[in-house]
């Protein structure tokens, strides 16, 4: 069971990229998706969120709204994060991470809600 994160790369300041995080040996439908990013010599912080099934709760922290949005696909075991306008701050891996414990309808911009987490991908944001 894991969680994968796709979709990072090098991308010039104002471009775009879409990230995913997609789930094998386990559905996605009954589990929030939260995403954090982690710059050299800084703490992990969170980007953004989603609640389970329909996706109805979002957040996203202040730095990045406007510009990301976050959905659900949960056919494709897959939550993307669209990145837009993308700066050079935004530059960092980029992780995906799930809880286990029932939480209808929730998420949180907290590291301590999430128990299971993906390995990242690297975002570089550069002319």
């Known amino acids: 069971s894991q969680l994968a994160e796709s979709g990072g790369g090098l991308v010039q300041p104002g471009g775009s990229l879409t990230l995913s995080c997609k789930t094998s040996?386990?559905?996605?439908?009954?589990?929030?998706i939260g995403w954090f990013r982690q710059a050299p010599g800084k703490e992990r912080e969170e980007i953004s969120c989603?609640?389970?099934?329909?996706?109805?709760?979002?957040l996203y922290a202040e730095s990045v709204k406007g510009r990301f949005s976050i959905s659900r696909d949960n056919a494709k075991n897959t939550v993307y994060l669209q990145m837009n306008s993308l700066k050079p701050e935004d530059t960092g891996t980029y992780y995906c991470?799930?809880?286990?414990?029932?939480?209808?309808?929730?998420?949180?911009?907290?590291?301590?809600?999430?128990?299971?987490w993906g390995q990242g991908t690297q975002v570089t944001v550069s002319s």
């Open positions: 991470a799930t809880r286990s414990r029932p939480s209808p309808g929730l998420c949180a911009p907290d590291e301590g809600f999430y128990d299971f």
């Open positions: 040996g386990f559905g996605l439908l009954g589990l929030p």
């Open positions: 989603i609640s389970d099934r329909a996706g109805t709760m979002t």
